[in-house]
């Protein structure tokens, strides 16, 4: 059996088949393989400034960002430098709210033992 070959056969259906498959491939795969790319680039930037943070934060010159919890309500939050220091003042804020000197009037009455002290993003931090 002979199948034509010229304008208006086979090949040319095939060929129009296989740039429409191509066109549509392009158009799926271009935005999927950009918006990985940039992910994967936003990525390595974060990795690679990392440990300039960290030496920053723990060599006293970034603040380390501190809220205290009580139920649902925001007790206290602020911001304390070197790495030392945030943990002695994490315990400080904790002894101060189970005995009651640090109370908001707007947060209801809690268990003392509901306190919850955790890192917050330093954008969200007020500082002293």
């Known amino acids: 059996m002979d199948v034509p070959s010229g304008p208006g ?3 040319d259906l095939l060929v129009g088949l296989a740039i ?4 549509v491939l392009l158009l799926v795969l271009v935005p999927v393989v950009l918006v990985l790319a940039v992910a994967v680039a936003e990525l390595l930037v974060l990795l690679l400034l990392l440990p300039l943070f960290v030496v920053l934060r723990a060599g006293r010159v970034a603040r380390w960002p501190i809220e205290a919890w009580r139920g649902d309500g925001l007790v206290i939050a602020e911001a304390v430098r070197g790495w030392a220091s945030s943990r002695s003042r994490m315990q400080e804020i904790a002894d101060d709210i189970r005995l ?3 109370r908001p009037a707007s947060l209801p009455e809690a268990d003392r033992d509901d306190v919850r002290l955790s890192n917050m993003r330093s954008n ?3 500082a002293r």
């Open 124 to 126: 969200q931090v007020a």
């Open 20 to 23: 429409f498959i191509g066109l």
């Open 100 to 102: 009651g000197r640090l």
């Open 9 to 11: 056969g086979v090949d």
